[in-house]
């Protein structure tokens, strides 16, 4: 299976291996391909691969209001090259529009996370 995750999780792009980047790295192992495409803000743009069915496309914002398009550019590259079997977005909300868009247009199965703490949170 080969899965396209979108989401806001700059820390995936650290290659010193954060928690977020190793869990991904585990998650590669039972699929075919992952490809990722996350928010950052500045940085390098270039393509990442902790291992090798695993490709990590940051998207290197100057302002953090172009995620939504330079998002959906490097979605639909990706897309394009690799028959994706799943969508999976880490939010309803920028992330899950762009999942959105991509499953209507490509007719890709679509699941939208929300991992939120509500219970007992204080702020």
Known sequence: MNVLIIKNDPTITNSIGTGSLQRHITYANFLKKLFVVTKTIRGNSEILHPCKNFEIYPTALK????????????ANKIIKKNCIDLIITQDPFECG???????????IPLSVELRANVINNPF
């Open 63 to 74: 302002n953090k209001c172009f995620f939504l398009p330079v998002a959906l550019k490097l």
């Open 97 to 107: 529009l762009i999942g959105y868009i991509l499953s209507k247009k490509y007719k």
